[in-house]
């Protein structure tokens, strides 16, 4: 996957995700650089103990619970997004997720926020590595799509890039049994006006 198509993205340009059938998906790329609000306190307020980001972006969430007192540490492929979330205080490294990771197997949660359920255009294998990075009673926390999205596995690209990428779109009709193949279950699913996030756990 080439995160690094998104930067014009974190640096606040309007962006749009092109899928093979043509459709075109807006990025929140507002929501990306201002500070949490709304529904991502769904995901913050779980978070009790060290905690990875992954695909931190430009940083909002890592920072936010740096600032309440929680050991957390963003993880993007991008170079721009690792420094723009340490420019805002917050720990960050360039890793791709699915390569050695610090702290592995010791983590208490995993966030998947803003559509990174997406990232490798696999939710049963990210949904595993995950699990290899969590605690044994850690979870993950993950943003999802409204129900009726289903399960869409793609091929994308951001407007204007050449190059095509794997990406996944996971709904929240389908979470329960995409959680059950990488060996989770659903804690929770919930909506906050037009986002919907889940919590696993290992089953």
Do not use: K, Y
């Not at 492929?77 to 997720?97: E, K, N, W």
């Amino acid at each position: 996957m080439r995160r690094t198509a998104f930067e014009p993205g974190l640096l606040g340009h309007t962006c749009w995700l092109e899928l093979a059938t043509g459709e075109l998906i807006v990025l929140p790329v507002n929501r990306w650089r201002s500070e949490p609000e709304g529904g991502d306190e769904l995901l913050l307020g779980r978070c009790t103990g060290p905690t990875l980001d992954v695909g931190c972006g430009p940083g909002r969430l890592t920072c936010a619970l740096v600032r309440r007192g929680v050991v957390a540490l963003g993880v993007d492929v991008s170079p721009v997004a690792v420094r723009l979330t340490v420019a805002r205080g917050a720990p960050a490294i360039r890793r791709d997720v699915f390569d050695r990771v610090p702290g592995a197997g010791r983590w208490r949660h995993a966030l998947l926020a803003d559509g990174n359920i997406g990232i490798g255009g696999d939710p049963v294998r990210l949904l595993r590595r995950l699990g290899e990075l969590l605690r044994s009673d850690g979870t993950a926390l993950v943003e999802l799509d409204a129900p009726g999205v289903g399960l869409r596995l793609d091929r994308v690209r951001v407007a204007g890039d050449d190059e095509w990428f794997p990406w996944a779109r996971l709904g929240a009709d389908a979470i329960a049994e995409t959680a059950a193949a990488a060996g989770m279950s659903t804690r929770w699913v919930r909506a906050h006006g037009q986002r919907w996030f889940t919590e696993l756990g290992r089953s």
